[in-house]
């Protein structure tokens, strides 16, 4: 499996400091891109400031969560077609299935592997 992803736009949103440092630096060896956002919120306008080409997305997160970030982002047509990866500490069926619902290409649950995250990268780009 080729893990050099040079160029590659990644955006990771969650509000946990220690989840956005190790993925950052995961993905960052790997040649991608990486834009930060601590919530929904500031997500939506790095997203169209930056135009990332995957997005990992934590589900509990304050203000708005990452189902609702999820339908933000697929709900607009400039990206729909964006893939959007949820990250969850829960792996429940009901978490996916919702995550499903609301547009999501795939669902992670953390802590993931560098394997994981690479895989999720690969199916997507």
Same mark, same amino acid.
């Given at each position: 499996?080729? /893990? /050099?992803?040079?160029? #590659? ?16 630096? #995961? ?23 930056? /135009? ?11 203000? @708005?969560?990452? &189902? ?10 400039? &990206? ?6 949820? #990250? ?19 669902? @992670? ?7 994981? @995250?690479?895989?999720?990268? /690969?199916?997507?780009?």
């Amino acid at each position: 499996m080729q /893990n /050099n992803f040079d160029g #590659l736009k990644v955006m990771v949103i969650d509000d946990s400091k220690t989840i956005r440092r190790t993925a950052e630096t #995961l993905l960052q060896k790997a040649g991608c891109e990486v834009v930060t956002a601590i919530d929904g919120f500031d997500a939506l306008a790095k997203i169209v400031d930056h /135009n990332p080409d995957i997005i990992f997305v934590d589900i509990m997160m304050p203000r @708005l969560d990452g &189902y609702q970030t999820c339908a933000l982002i697929k709900n607009n047509p400039d &990206y729909a077609s964006k893939p959007v990866i949820m #990250l969850s500490s829960k792996d429940g069926l009901f978490d996916k299935a919702r995550g499903r619902i609301v547009g999501s290409d795939e669902y @992670l649950t953390k802590p993931f592997s560098k394997d994981e @995250l690479f895989e999720a990268i /690969n199916k997507y780009r």
